[in-house]
């Protein structure tokens, strides 16, 4: 997409673009209504279709009343297995474990409720839906497995994106028999859903057998790469469009199956087709946080240093294909403890396949180990923030390594003392506000690795003074049409209006998913780079021209800055872009950048965020009910490019927080296998 | 079939041919109007995205039957802005970042203009977070929303001060 629009900026900016607060320059197009995301689409003859789905979780589909869905007036098309157009893969094919088996109506078998089982494509939306009604399937039900004992266990051969299932450093159980303390803890956390506001949509035209797509993507290449593995198309006959998510938290990071399915029923009817998902229906073939079961046990001596550290998790993956919780990698960093063991088990149940859902393992992983690190501390009668400082790591405990940065240590400073922690009483139950309430305060510890995929940018230093970046960068709300295009200004040496910026479609350079917490520093680098390559061959052109101030300054070198080559020994010495370029008779410079994690340094170092946070908690004695009445927090995250836009991700992160200790979990009917809180009044969502 | 029916949305009177009698307000806008900023998030009003003022009020439009409305007055993100000068509450969005995604933006905004005609909440904060908490922001940009609402007000009850002096 072209460069975006913005709202004037009313800071003054002294040097460089990184590190200031900028507001968000696609904020004139988000507030006025003109952010256009997937489903706001309509190309000529579009036509809309509606999911129909299943309403059992196990079992066949033995009947859909196609007849009458078609009868409905407006109805062009109904897609069931019997006519879906060929497939070049198997959907349920699996190359790696990063590519989840979908559900595109290749047979009759369902295998949890809410599984498309046929698309509904009309003339309105009104009709689609209808018509979607009319189909009333009936079913040859099996019974559903739902729950963590649902099933029996079986260890999974890696968890997360393909950690090992078991790690045992030390010996555990001796640890714990020379404990002086102990403490064995079970933890439960719920099925949890994205429920990003903008529901998955698709808006996809087909020309002869090259593709548009407006759909949302956290990862437009490899989005393109598996909808030409399934249609048996060249990528680069795939063109998405993705400028705005609607919110990810990682349900967009891998195409679904109902945005393959709005592909298909194009291909089907001929015509551009509009499918977006209802609420309900995003309780099914979008992906989820699943359930876990964890125990902890943790074995401390009697001046309160951890003996062992045992994590184990029982968690659950769909019937059919395979994505386990890796809860245990929390425990590998947090502590330092002689001995560290993390296990796994998991079930196989009637629903969805889960997938990462925002810190996938850490939030469900240090919710327990953080839980279970506070009964220690309480059984030992030490304060909690203490007993962390007495067994705070200061190498990576399992491996050894050092930090490559760790200010842990100062955000634990930091936090409690603008939470006025030292005024907490160490026995629980002593303190209660004027109107009675109990009052409790806690810390938790935030932890989260930095990881960097590869990713690719492009860079342009034009004859008129101007720049251009471009890559296919994915901006779902952390900022990345501001903070990548800060990058960028920086990279070229240029002030930001001279800077055109183009991301969010897959016919740029592959800028790497959006995930991970990894897309700044990814595409960032990447930028970084494609910038820099551009200034190297700019200065080599001033520094070999005779007329250039820069003449001869190979050994002294030069930096670009404001949009001008400068003497890094002698500044009153500098050459603009334009002279450079118009004496050279060269319209404009091209420079390309790549990123990619270092193995040298991913080797001698361990390498995380970090963060803690207190909290308030009010809790009515009577009623049980409970209310958070401050957060603080404090983090340590690496170099901040907009100290604005990331303090809008650590409050998120902070409310989501909130949410998962007291909102949000999916209730499961055992009988149908249904999620019974499938919207957003009963599946409790923090509000304002 | 044909259902005429008479809005003025935006500030502008249409004479709309209604093709279908389920048709709610929001996909008319959206589906037969090309107005897409107003957004839907859950089509059953749970969720505010897609928040219009009626006759002045706040509603949700997905709840509402276009065919019922004969004769309303419609306001939508798209007409809030003078040209291009920003309505208070826009301009506050972006200066106090109350948004990540953008996709509940369209209905904070509505909602906020609808808050501050209603004169309920104040300037406590506390009112102002309940009177906005029909509408979810997954991304929970609520402090920037709380900040923003605040500021809108305040900016707006001077020039009120200001056009009756």
């Known amino acids: 997409m072209a460069e975006i629009p913005q709202a004037s900026v009313s800071q003054h900016r002294h040097g460089g673009s990184i590190g ?90 369902v295998r949890y409720a809410g599984q498309p089982i046929a698309v509904v494509i009309a003339e309105t939306l009104e009709a689609a839906t209808e018509a979607a009604a009319l189909l009333s399937p009936r079913y040859e039900a099996e019974p559903a497995r739902i729950g963590l004992d649902g099933n029996d266990s079986f260890i999974p051969p890696v968890v997360g994106p393909g950690y090992p299932p078991e790690v045992r450093h030390g010996d555990v159980e001796a640890g714990l028999a020379a404990a002086e303390h102990r403490i064995e803890a079970i933890y439960e956390t ?42 048996g198309i060249p990528p680069e006959n795939i063109l998405i469009r993705s400028p705005f998510l609607g919110g990810g938290f990682g349900s967009k990071g891998m195409i679904s199956g109902p945005q393959v399915l709005g592909i298909l029923a194009a291909r089907l009817v001929g015509r551009p087709v509009k499918l977006v998902l209802r609420r309900e229906q995003m309780y099914g073939p979008v992906g989820h946080r699943a359930p876990t079961r964890q125990t ?9 240093a951890l003996t062992a550290i045992h994590h184990h998790v029982r968690t659950a993956t769909s019937s059919f294909d395979d994505f386990f919780e890796p809860c245990g990698q929390v425990s590998h960093t947090l502590y330092a403890s002689p001995a560290i063991a993390t296990t796994a088990e998991a079930v196989r149940l ?58 842990l240590r100062e955000c634990y400073a930091q936090g409690a003392a603008s939470f006025r922690w030292q005024e907490r009483p160490l026995a629980p139950r002593q303190m209660r506000d004027e109107n009675g309430l109990l009052v409790g305060w806690g810390v938790g510890t935030a932890t989260f690795p930095a990881i960097m995929f590869q990713g690719q940018a492009r860079a342009v230093l034009r004859r008129d003074g101007t720049g251009l970046v471009e890559l296919g960068a994915q901006d779902m709300g952390q900022g990345a049409w501001t903070a990548l295009a800060q990058i960028a200004a920086d990279g070229l040496g240029l002030e930001l209006e001279r800077l055109e910026f183009r991301a969010g479609s897959s016919d740029l350079p592959d800028a790497g998913i959006a995930g991970g917490s990894s897309h700044t520093a990814t595409a960032g680098v990447a930028i970084h780079n494609a910038g820099a390559d551009v200034i190297a061959k700019l200065a080599e052109l001033a520094m070999s021209d005779q007329r250039s ?24 010495r500098s050459d603009s872009y334009a002279d450079i370029l118009a004496r050279a008779g060269v319209a404009e410079i091209e420079g390309r950048g790549s990123a990619a994690g270092d193995p040298a340094a991913q080797n001698a170092y361990a390498m995380h965020a970090h963060g803690a946070v207190f909290a308030e908690v009010k809790v009515e004695p009577e009623l049980g009910q409970i209310r958070a009445t401050r957060l603080v927090g404090a983090f340590a995250a690496g170099t901040i490019i907009n100290p604005r836009l990331v303090r809008s991700q650590y409050y998120g992160g902070m409310i989501w927080g909130v949410s998962f200790a007291l909102h949000e979990r999916a209730e499961l009917d055992p009988r149908s296998g249904r999620v019974m809180n499938a919207n957003l009044a009963e599946y409790h969502v923090p509000v304002n | 079939m044909s259902l005429p029916i008479t809005l003025t949305i935006n500030g502008v009177r249409r004479t709309i041919g209604l093709d279908d009698p389920r048709v709610t307000l929001l996909d008319l806008l959206r589906e037969r109007l090309d107005l897409t900023g107003t957004k839907k998030g859950c089509d059953r009003g749970q969720c505010g995205a897609c928040t219009v003022l009626l006759d002045g009020r706040r509603i949700n439009s997905c709840l509402a039957l276009a065919a019922s409305l ?24 972006i200066a106090h970042d109350a948004f990540q995604c953008g996709f509940c933006t369209p209905g904070q905004i509505m909602s906020a203009v609808g808050l501050i005609q209603e004169g309920e909440a104040g300037d406590d904060p506390e009112r102002v977070r309940e009177g906005m908490s029909g509408n979810l922001c997954r991304c929970g940009a609520y402090r920037g929303i709380t900040e923003a609402v605040l500021e809108a007000q305040r900016s707006l009850s001077q020039v009120d001060r200001k056009e009756a002096a």
């Open chain 1, 190 to 231: 719920p099925a949890q859903y994205h429920n990003a506001m903008e529901p998955h949509a698709i808006v996809a035209t087909w020309d002869d057998d090259r593709l548009s797509a407006d759909t949302p993507s956290q990862g437009l290449a490899w989005a393109q790469q598996r909808i030409a593995g399934l249609f």
């Open chain 1, 350 to 407: 009637d629903t969805g396949t889960p997938t990462f859902m925002r810190a996938p393992g850490e939030a469900s992983g240090s919710i327990a180990l953080e839980s279970a690190i506070e009964e220690m501390a309480q059984a030992i009668g030490m304060d909690p923030l203490e007993f962390r400082l007495r067994n705070y790591a200061e190498v990576e405990p399992i491996s050894g390594k050092p930090f490559s940065s760790k200010a």
């Open chain 1, 549 to 572: 101030p820069l003449f001869g300054a190979n050994n002294a070198g030069v930096l670009a800055r404001g949009g001008r080559l400068i003497r890094r020994d002698d500044e009153s």
């Open chain 1, 20 to 109: 200031q607060p900028l507001t968000r320059r696609d904020g004139l197009l988000k507030v006025t209504g003109q952010a256009r995301y997937a489903a706001d689409n309509h190309p000529p003859g579009m036509q809309h279709a509606v999911l129909a789905v299943s309403s059992i979780a196990r079992g066949r589909v033995t009947f859909l009343d196609v007849a009458a869905a078609k009868a409905h007036p407006g109805v062009i098309e109904v897609m069931t297995p019997a006519n879906r157009p060929p497939l070049a893969l198997d959907p349920d094919a699996k190359m790696d474990p990063f590519m989840f088996r979908l559900d595109l109506l290749q047979n009759d078998r």
């Open chain 1, 296 to 304: 902890l046990r943790l074995g401390a001596d009697r001046q309160g």
């Open chain 2, 70 to 93: 004969d004769g309303a007055e419609v306001l939508t993100i798209e007409g809030l802005a003078r040209g291009d000068e920003l309505h208070p509450v826009q301009a506050a969005f």
